[in-house]
């Protein structure tokens, strides 16, 4: 693993401990009623691919498709109404051939902030970025990694959740859209009842992926049952796609080891 520039290390702590506790709060918190996201560590990579079924439609060969994990490099935008108190941002996914990365940009106080979650073949490894300052730390597992990883727990979980026969939905398939440059086949996706945990409800997705699987566009809307809670609203939309290279997966910093 090739390593760009050295950190800043006098910053460099003090800034994870603040990534670390915004990105936490943002995963964990509901605001009026707003969605909350599972704990778990997801597992991008789709290591426990849902079984498709012989007679399933378009809807179900791509949402299996991306559940099982697609290598490429995808960036989206991001924005939502209360959905817990998620930030808006960009997130950028790269796979390829089990290695994961996923960085999360946001500008919370006037410049760009990037948080890195790194599963490579020889080790895990959360990066930090601004314009002062860069780091990087060895992980002892990827559960060390769920400061990033679980922030879009919401967008990852939804897909396999509707092909585990438990959940009841109606599909409905739409009109093509072109997405990133990608033709994007796009379906309207009616749930009775909640995906994940949070206040009862209904919801309302519109998913398009590529051929491939990949995910293009996600907005997902829920109504809740309590009118006095305002809908839950996250836009998820690809702005650029294209392959992963083992190069993307090099450290920005040469990394401290873990602790303990």
């Given at each position: 693993?090739?390593?760009?520039?050295?950190?800043?290390?006098?910053?460099?702590?003090?800034?994870r401990?603040?990534?670390?506790?915004?990105l936490?709060?943002?995963?964990?918190s509901?605001?009026?009623?707003?969605?909350?996201?599972?704990?778990?560590?997801?597992?991008?990579s789709?290591?426990?691919?849902p079984?498709?079924?012989?007679?399933?439609?378009e809807?179900?060969?791509?949402?299996?498709?991306?559940s099982?994990?697609?290598?490429g490099?995808?960036?989206?935008s991001i924005?939502?109404e209360?959905?817990?108190?998620?930030?808006?941002g960009?997130?950028?996914?790269?796979r390829?051939?089990?290695e994961?990365?996923?960085?999360w940009t946001?500008?919370?106080?006037?410049y760009?902030?990037?948080?890195?979650?790194i599963?490579?073949?020889?080790?895990?490894?959360?990066?930090s970025q601004t314009?002062?300052?860069?780091?990087?730390?060895?992980?002892?597992?990827a559960?060390e990694?769920?400061?990033v990883?679980?922030?879009?727990?919401?967008?990852?979980?939804?897909p396999p959740?509707?092909?585990?026969?438990?959940?009841?939905y109606?599909?409905?398939?739409?009109?093509?859209?072109?997405?990133?440059g990608?033709?994007?086949?796009?379906?309207?996706?009616?749930?009775?009842?909640?995906?994940?945990?949070g206040?009862?409800?209904t919801?309302?997705?519109?998913?398009?992926?590529?051929e491939d699987?990949?995910?293009?566009?996600?907005?997902r809307?829920?109504?809740?049952?309590d009118?006095?809670?305002?809908?839950?609203?996250?836009?998820v939309i690809?702005?650029?796609?294209?392959?992963?290279?083992?190069?993307?997966?090099?450290?920005?910093?040469?990394?401290?080891?873990?602790?303990?």
């Amino acid at each position: 693993m090739k390593f760009l520039m050295r950190p800043n290390q006098s910053f460099a702590p003090f800034l994870r401990a603040l990534l670390i506790a915004a990105l936490a709060i943002t995963a964990l918190s509901a605001c009026n009623g707003g969605d909350d996201s599972d704990d778990e560590t997801p597992t991008p990579s789709g290591s426990t691919a849902p079984t498709l079924k012989p007679d399933a439609g378009e809807f179900e060969q791509l949402a299996t498709k991306y559940s099982a994990g697609v290598d490429g490099r995808v960036t989206y935008s991001i924005d939502s109404e209360n959905f817990g108190i998620h930030p808006q941002g960009t997130w950028a996914t790269y796979r390829l051939n089990g290695e994961i990365r996923e960085d999360w940009t946001q500008d919370a106080n006037g410049y760009d902030e990037k948080s890195v979650a790194i599963i490579a073949e020889d080790g895990f490894f959360f990066c930090s970025q601004t314009p002062f300052s860069v780091s990087c730390n060895e992980q002892p597992s990827a559960q060390e990694l769920e400061v990033v990883l679980v922030v879009f727990t919401t967008v990852k979980d939804l897909p396999p959740a509707l092909l585990d026969g438990m959940t009841e939905y109606t599909s409905v398939q739409l009109a093509d859209e072109t997405i990133a440059g990608e033709t994007a086949n796009c379906f309207d996706i009616a749930v009775d009842g909640r995906i994940g945990a949070g206040p009862p409800g209904t919801e309302q997705v519109k998913l398009c992926y590529g051929e491939d699987g990949t995910l293009l566009k996600m907005e997902r809307r829920v109504i809740f049952s309590d009118p006095t809670f305002e809908d839950a609203v996250l836009n998820v939309i690809a702005q650029e796609t294209g392959e992963a290279l083992e190069t993307d997966f090099d450290l920005p910093a040469s990394p401290t080891q873990p602790q303990g």
